[in-house]
């Protein structure tokens, strides 16, 4: 088994946080001494109170789903004699309300396009592999919220 860290910090002055007008920026620790500033986005609280050129929660959760899902495909179709030379995918993650005053993440679709040197797949072997991925990505699987993979073009 396997486990993973992040430190998470942040500070503020008390008396800003006592009137609720206290930034919400904070970094995430990484390992490799990586730090990574991180914010609510300006969907969720007030420019003042944010960090605009930081990554916010749900955007980082979006990303793992999508960096986990390329992982895995990346090894999969490369397993089965393709070569890929180029993956982008534009994520997307819907917040909605699961109950009175609940959000969540309800639904992260990926739209993954892939470059290959040589043949490439055809549209069932894609979807073949892409369904193999999501049900091996270990960040998909620990979420409640519906993930969709659109991988065609």
């Not at 800003?16 to 500033?37: F, I, K, M, Q, T």
């Not at 003042?48 to 959760?61: H, M, N, S, Y």
């Not at 004699?81 to 909605?96: R, V």
């Not at 892939?114 to 069932?124: L, W």
């Amino acid at each position: 088994m396997s486990s993973y860290f992040a430190k998470i910090v942040w500070s503020g002055e008390a008396e800003d946080v006592r009137a609720n007008r206290h930034s919400r920026a904070h970094e995430w620790r990484l390992d490799a001494g990586l730090v990574v500033p991180a914010s609510p986005g300006p969907a969720v609280l007030a420019p003042e109170l944010i960090r605009e050129d930081a990554v916010d929660p749900e955007e980082g959760l979006v990303a793992s789903v999508s960096s986990c899902h390329m992982l895995f495909f990346l090894d999969l179709i490369r397993l089965r004699g393709f070569t890929p030379i180029h993956y982008e995918d534009e994520a997307e993650g819907e917040l909605g309300e699961v109950a009175p005053r609940r959000k969540a993440v309800v639904k992260i679709t990926l739209r993954p396009k892939v470059t290959f040197d040589g043949e490439a797949p055809d549209q069932a072997m894609l979807e073949k592999i892409h369904n193999k991925a999501h049900d091996l990505c270990f960040i998909a699987n620990s979420l409640k919220s519906e993930v969709v993979v659109d991988f065609r073009q």
